[in-house]
């Protein structure tokens, strides 16, 4: 009965490989984010869909691509990774629409990619 | 611009109390959160504020707001080793777009 899940865990991989990240909510939230979490746990949003439509893409490489296939997927796939790429992600949902206390963001328990 | 802050670290001893301060600069958020994360775990809703109320209390925890200052404090009764953790405070942007700070990382001596 997990809320938001995330595939892998763990993830460790080489420079210049390319490595996606999958992400699941069952919520039936209909936006969901990615954020990097780095060393120092600062945590930046990425991206953020709704109903499967890119709402919000901050200042992020071109190598990340996010892809909704529908509403309860975001899938995040990374090209050529770079060392500095290394961090925690997290994927979070939400339910869209006038912000209300409780309608705030369920996260994953992240994925740590770790590139050598 | 949107910019939430917080100081990084702090140590309290078990059973005093913790106060977690932040400060934010967007005056149209409706509302403020605090989240809490575990080693090697995801955020976790903690409680939240509406930016009409001031306090909000929720058995150990006391959120106070000054929105006049734009400042918002976590107060935790009677801390325990538990409550060792990474504390965000997050404000609201809009109808999709949560602003975090970066984060207290609270540890308790005994």
């Known amino acids: 009965d997990t809320a938001v899940s995330q595939t892998p865990k763990y993830l460790v991989t080489q420079m210049g490989n390319d490595k996606s990240i999958k992400c699941e909510q069952n919520?039936?939230?209909?936006?969901m984010y990615w954020y990097k979490q780095d060393s120092k746990k600062f945590l930046k949003i990425m991206f953020s869909?709704?109903?499967?439509?890119?709402?919000i893409n901050e200042t992020v490489p071109n190598r990340f691509s996010p892809k909704s296939p529908d509403k309860a997927h975001l899938n995040l796939h990374i090209n050529s990774l770079e060392l500095g790429d290394s961090a925690v992600y997290f994927c979070?949902?939400?339910?869209?629409?006038?912000?209300?206390?409780?309608?705030?963001?369920?996260f994953g328990p992240g994925t740590r990619l770790t590139v050598l | 611009g949107e910019d939430v802050e917080q100081s990084l670290f702090l140590s309290v001893r078990e059973g005093d109390s913790s106060v977690i301060n932040c400060t934010y600069t967007?005056?149209?958020?409706?509302?403020l959160y605090w989240y809490k994360q575990e080693p090697g775990a995801g955020l976790q809703l903690l409680t939240y504020?509406?930016?009409?109320?001031d306090m909000k209390q929720d058995q150990r925890l006391t959120v106070l707001l000054n929105k006049k200052d734009k400042h918002l404090s976590l107060r935790i009764a009677d801390t325990q080793t538990g409550d060792s953790a990474i504390y965000f405070c997050?404000?609201?942007?809009?109808?999709?777009?949560?602003?975090f700070g970066s984060g207290t990382r609270l540890s308790i001596r005994p």
């Open positions: 869909y709704n109903n499967k439509e890119l709402i």
């Open positions: 997050a404000e609201s942007i809009g109808a999709s777009k949560i602003i």
């Open positions: 504020i509406f930016s009409n109320m």
């Open positions: 919520l039936g939230h209909d936006t």
């Open positions: 967007d005056s149209s958020s409706t509302y």
């Open positions: 979070a949902s939400r339910k869209s629409g006038r912000a209300r206390g409780t309608d705030t963001q369920y």
